[in-house]
């Protein structure tokens, strides 16, 4: 938001239409809200004192575990990643939460996408297209990774109880899931990284997109003979 303020109000502004200026603003702030969303989520249902204070025991355990065989505190009904590491119950309990948080942002940013990649198609090119396809793959990518993870443990591995310790959750479905989530979360991050930039690069330079109206105009004006009378004496 910030690099499209200064765009519009320095002296390497561009004249938009306002149909396309607005459209990439409202790109930027969807793609914003998208990355957002789980953190909100973690927000709305960690705000009773008794969840804080359970999370706070769980890391104290996590970090610094007690001598001897001490199980970990148990932590329900939160949202986003962490159920997936430390309840040992089975994952359909938490789908509807999980499956929430996913199709949303997924759909945020598709949308944002869309409407961002309006503006980048005006001049029609294969550049501006190969690009836009550029981006729809990789979140495309990045959704498959992520809903994928959740009928790939629904359906294909086995009922696994949570492992405590770093080690062996990487050898859990917990593990899976969170590892795939994050390297889902790292594309989604990456196509947001192209999308941005290519959007301030063309409010910065747009004359490397279309050919400029005073271009064209200059093209399509006939070049005027300078025809001069010889130089004769008299």
Known sequence: LLCWWFSMNSKHRVRFTSYSKYCSFLGLTLIFVAALTPS????????????????????????????????????????????????????????????????????????????????????????????????????????????????FYYFMMPEVPSAYTLDKCVTTRYGYSFFTCAFGTLLLIIAMIFQTAQIIYVIFHPEKWSIPTVYIATLRTPVRENKQLPFTRT
Not at 54 to 83: I, K, Q, S
Not at 114 to 128: C, E, F
């Open 40 to 151: 909100w989520e973690v927000l709305i249902h960690s705000n009773s004192v008794d969840k804080i204070r359970d999370r706070g025991l769980f890391y104290a355990y996590w970090f610094h575990p007690p001598p001897g065989d001490v199980p970990l505190p148990r932590m329900v009904n939160y949202p986003a990643f962490e159920f997936l590491l430390i309840d040992d119950r089975p994952m359909n309990a938490h789908a509807p939460a999980y499956d929430n948080i996913s199709y949303t942002s997924a759909l945020l940013l598709m949308i944002g996408f869309v409407l961002a990649s309006l503006k980048l198609a005006t001049p029609v090119s294969p550049y501006n297209l190969g690009l836009i396809a550029l981006h729809f793959i990789l979140s495309l990518l990045a959704s498959l990774f992520t809903f994928g993870a959740v009928a």
